[in-house]
T-cell receptor, first 119, second 113 residues
Framework: GAVVSQHPSWVICKSGTSVKIECRSL??????MFWYRQFPKQSLMLMAT?????????EQGVEKDKFLINHASLTLSTLTVTSAHPEDSSFYIC???????????????FGEGSWLTVV | KQEVTQIPAALSVPEGENLVLNCSFT??????LQWFRQDPGKGLTSLLL?????REQTSGRLNASLDKSSGRSTLYIAASQPGDSATYLC????????????FGKGTTLSVSS
């Protein structure tokens, strides 16, 4: 089946630094990728929708200058948390939708998620 | 704006019991509905996907139903086992191509042996 890989699985960074999380579709081309954030004991909240070759669409309340999303190829989207603060500590998870015929049925595949801890 | 609500937030049952998890959504114009399982500190495992034209889906001991007009779905787990302990998330996709899943807050299930 389709596989979406996220890297790193967990990362600890110092307050004020930036950290990049990668989301790769391993066996399909993903025209659309989604980034979610999940705080402890909360649900997954959609942060942004990333379309290959165009700017990401951010949800209300998500700072686009703080959470930089790049979807430069059909198999890779990156989320960069800039000037990270402790309140950014969370579980970040991406999902990808295949393009073309494989995208029929609106199937979405999820990565394993990335734990970010800002100290 | 679509909102997904799951009841109860937490549930504890003894092993062997049958149980029902509930999910409701405010906008009935959905493309499909999915149930996921999430273990602590882990990603998501897709359990069942119901297209908007379907009424139910079954996989092993799991059965999910969908009543789109009333904005409700249920996940039925038969003969629960300790290994079923996890958080179960309900999510809907809007009736529009390229849209993201909107999640409920989940029901945390604990099955004791």
């Amino acid at each position: 089946g389709a596989v979406v890989s996220q890297h790193p699985s967990w990362v600890i960074c110092k307050s004020g630094t930036s950290v990049k999380i990668e989301c790769r579709s391993l066996d399909f081309q993903a025209t659309t990728m989604f980034w979610y954030r999940q705080f402890p004991k909360q649900s997954l909240m959609l942060m942004a929708t990333s379309n290959e070759g165009s700017k990401a669409t951010y949800e209300q309340g998500v700072e686009k200058d703080k959470f930089l999303i790049n979807h430069a190829s059909l198999t890779l989207s990156t989320l960069t948390v800039t000037s990270a603060h402790p309140e950014d500590s969370s579980f970040y998870i991406c999902s990808a939708r295949p393009g073309g015929l494989r995208g029929s049925g609106n199937t979405i595949y999820f990565g394993e998620g990335s734990w970010l801890t800002v100290v | 704006k679509q909102e997904v609500t799951q009841i109860p937030a937490a549930l504890s049952v003894p092993e062997g019991e049958n149980l029902v998890l509930n999910c409701s959504f405010t906008d009935s114009a959905i493309y499909n509905l999915q149930w996921f399982r999430q273990d602590p500190g882990k990603g998501l495992t897709s359990l069942l996907l119901i297209q908007s034209s379907q009424r139910e889906q079954t996989s092993g001991r799991l059965n999910a139903s969908l009543d789109k007009s009333s904005g409700r779905s249920t996940l039925y787990i038969a003969a629960s086992q300790p290994g079923d302990s996890a958080t179960y998330l309900c999510a809907v996709t809007a009736n529009q191509a390229g849209t993201a899943l909107i999640f409920g807050k989940g029901t945390t299930l604990s099955v004791s042996s």
